[in-house]
């Protein structure tokens, strides 16, 4: 059974950076699609950025530029990089990731994923 555990949320300044990490294990077949959600209070999950297995790595338009999405297989591990923290990034940070490859071969922020995390909390302060 695929399981992903987050960690690496904490509380921050408007301006700061945390990196989150997510350990995955448990599978017999390596998870696709890797990606990361977030979902603050009252507000419906939100995709923030993924990636495939030739690296790319669509992002909302929210976190480009701020944010970066990487995988080392080698540690069975998914991180987010997150620079530049707005009050507006607080939320609930969730991995998560598909059994089966994506129709057409394509990893977007929208295809469905089948493994979640239980979240990492981020709060930036303003």
């Known amino acids: 059974q695929v399981q992903l555990v987050e960690s690496g949320g904490g509380s921050v300044q408007s301006g700061g950076s945390l990196r989150l990490s997510c350990v995955i294990s448990g599978y017999t077949e390596s998870p696709y699609c890797m990606a990361w959600f977030r979902q603050a209070p009252e507000k419906g999950r939100e995709a923030v950025a993924t990636?495939?297995?030739?690296?790319?790595?669509p992002y909302a338009d929210s976190v480009k530029g701020r944010f970066t999405i990487s995988l080392d297989s080698a540690k069975n591990t998914l991180y987010l990089e997150m620079n530049s923290l707005k009050p507006e990034d607080t939320a609930m940070y969730y991995c998560a990731g598909r059994q089966s490859p994506p129709p057409l071969g394509l990893c977007t922020l929208a295809v469905g994923r089948d493994y979640w995390g239980q979240g990492t909390q981020v709060t930036v302060a303003s």
């Open positions: 990636i495939d297995g030739d690296g790319l790595t």
